[in-house]
């Protein structure tokens, strides 16, 4: 592998890198040697995460040896003349760093928003040189848990609480072989294991991978984890997470902000409060009832030991009725009432619960919690839900307790109550999901709510980290980032695309294709005619678009109102004629299932692709792979702006007011909001280009991307490529030509077959696919396709002289419009067989065939092929001439059948005389029967091996058995037609 050197560190690349990757690294490094903090910007498919892991590991790795060498020479070198050039070169790569020997041994913490996230980086390291560094990813018990019992509980906190007993009691056998086992070859050999290499080597060791990733972490050289576990100072203290002198990577930095908010805030209802006395109690009424059947009162109920007595039960009691009475005695106005972060303070003081006592407090509710957890194996026992809730609350409040602790309190934070009234139990959530509760009555909902990222930025500065690095491919604007951090920043990049202007096609949509304008604000969402035109638009690309199709709404009720209205006019279907539909679930347990079955859909040969409606924020948006034929286009339906009446919006937004009145640095509040649309815009646009030569279209289909401002928090590399489209069917015409040139022009993608049950959900493709020069695929389960599976093979098409791609421009001229009638509905019959069956039940077709091209006002339409009785020709089309009514070339092409069974099996019916096609029929059941190839083929040859319908002879062949094809295809080679 080629070794480049970046400010005075040789990285080891595997390929010769492109000048933005060194651009990038050279931040990196300079961030780690000054020992600054950096905001570094690198568009998806431009190699960030590899240049990442390189250019930070290679620093590390010279770091490590200069440590090394200055603790061997120690003091010699001090009190001799061996000081000068030696000390001189191990500080070489170190820049203006603090004294190395003050700071000790640093490690990396590398840490992204999901699992998936994480997993796809370690494949990336794998696929490096840096392979061999020490490397251990950290994970919950309900993704590494191997206990037969306690893997099977569904709750993840009685899940917890189970194992916690086990350890300390020592029952569980997985954690008492983890000392023995942590050294074990499979365990530290020379292979780098994610999750599921962890639970593998788990099962097979019989010791536990939750524990042995802790074991594994003390001597790695990086650390893979999810945001959480470094932003949640309480996740941070459960998994023993060190920051100090530690440089962390925060990637998929886009989400940061709204992380470090949410992981500071919390809500509370009464109902739960409720629920903890009542979960409260009921220990209580186990105690007495121990206490009369045994008349003692030891410490075991259920044979199960405690931390605490009758009288911490009662206290306990007591704090959690005055907690509730407290939180019942608020006054709250019509729309909820706010108060300054520090209330929360005086709030839990009138349940007696202070800085002096609150430890105590939480250890003694988390006591009660494990036993609710283990004491009773019955679904229906209390599991201490309640109490949990407490708990959370105590330890958000609680994350701190000094007087500037307290006073950044009360400049961060606000506290809302609002009554919800539970007859309704219909509400949304901040980005405009469904959510529903299920209480009897009016309810008050207590929000503590933390409105500044930089509060829990500043907690991680103040653990005394070496550097931190924030990066994305989408960060921009920058300034305003900067400062709602609020930590220093000292390098900072926005990077380019490497994609040239060829590979990428952005228009905005202002209108669709009946003259309505396309917005999707607030007054318009309700608009049946904008939801029709909107539909009508996406119909229309659907036509041209090959392949992969993903179409992104600003909530999920938008999307419901629309995928509603469209199916009582038709469009849905028409939409789905053309490319089955797949829909983003709102349950994270269906989702799997609907992604790879969208991704086999756009890989079966005998479908023109598929679409996928999702929802920008939703998991589709964030980070999954869709390079190459499973993202050729992106439509974005409406700008995703937040509720602009939900009362944690209004909070923000008033918040950063009072900021900006002190400091103009700062953002406005509108400005914020919106920001808040852009960049989740910024986030599903880059779905599409995943690489250096991947390419697609982008459609912005709503007139207010025209403003100035938003189109400049776009992406800066989109921003140079945006166009207004002025007419709709010039527009269409553009983005086929914008195909036609990409197909013909670009490299075709490489396909990866995939495993059995291999998943395709994978979060990036960063790294640029493998050319002759060297340059790494975005390999793991990014579909890479070779140029002879986008042409789609010889066997999969009738004509072996004419290989073409499903939606290629091949296809669109030589596409019969038979299959393009009543909507572009194609027929969904498969076999044969079922072919002929159906179409002997249909009506004859007259023996000259002409179908009626469908003509809609600016919409796309498919060539017609006419067939003649005494003398047929093709008089294909041509794409762009048939979008502007222009009259097509005439000279005649070979003739190709078309793609639907049915038409094909109609096309025969026409050519043939009636004895022949009974004669067809026949030779078709005996075949199926018996699989008599040599009496198949003399059937065949004597009624189509002619110039005339030859071509339906070579159509055969998609039709005969695999082990026949071969020899049919030589056949067809050698024919010498008179």
Known sequence: MPEVMICGIPVTFPFEPYEVQKVY??????SLQNNTNALLESPTGTGKTLSLLCSSLAWLLVKKAQLQMNAQVGNFSEHSN????????LKSGAGKAKDNTSWGMPKIIYSSRTHSQLTQAMQELKRSSYKHVKATVLGSRDQMCIHPEVSKETNNMNKVHMCQLRVKSRTCHFYNNVESKKDDRAVKGDEILDIEDLVTVGKKLKCCPYYLSKELKQDADIIFMPYNYILDPKSRRANGVELLNNIIILDEAHNVEKMCEESASLQIRTTDVALCIDEITHVMRSFGEAAANEDQMDMTVDSQPKDFTCDDLCVLKEMMLALEKAIDEITVGSEGTTYPGGFIFELLSKAEIRDHNQMAVITMIENLIQYLSTASSSPFQRKGVGLQKIVDLLNVV??????????RVKMCYKVHVQIEDKKNNKKTDSWGALKTTSTKSAERVLSYWCFSPGFGMKQLIEQNVRSIILTSGTLAPLKPLTSELGIPIGVQLE???????????VKIMSQGPDGVQLNSNYQNRDNPKYISSLGRTILSFCRVVPDGLLVFFPSYPIMTKCQEMWQNEGIWSSINNIKPIFVEPQRKDTFNTIINDYYSKISDPSTRGACFMAVCRGKVSEGLDFADMNGRAVIITGLPFPPLKDPRIILKKKYLEELRTKDKQFLSGDEWYSLEATRAVNQAIGRVIRHQNDYGAILLCDSRFNSPKLKSQLSAWLRDHINVSNKF??????????????????PAPRLKPLLPNESRMQDKADSGPIHASGVSFPVTNSRIVSKSSIKKSVSQYPNSNEVYADFSMDFYKNAKASAYVNEFKPNTTKDLFSAIDQAESQQSSSSQSLVTIHKRTAEVNVANQIVKKKKLKIKPFGFEENLNGEPSHT????KVPPTSLIDFVKEIKVLLQAEQYKEFQLSISAYKKNGD???FLKVLSNLFENNKMFYLFKGMKRFLKDEHKVTFQEYCDNVKLS
């Open 25 to 30: 690294m050279e931040r990196v490094i300079e």
């Open 82 to 89: 061996f000081s000068g050039s030696l000390k001189d070169s």
């Open 398 to 407: 609680f994350s701190g307790t000094t007087h500037a602790y307290k006073e």
């Open 495 to 505: 990077n380019p695309h490497i994609v040239k202007s060829n590979q990428i096609c």
């Open 729 to 746: 069917g010039e527009t269409v015409s553009e983005i086929c030509r914008f195909f036609k040139n990409a197909e013909t022009t670009l």
């Open 891 to 894: 000279e005649v092409v070979e």
């Open 933 to 935: 190839y040599e009496v």
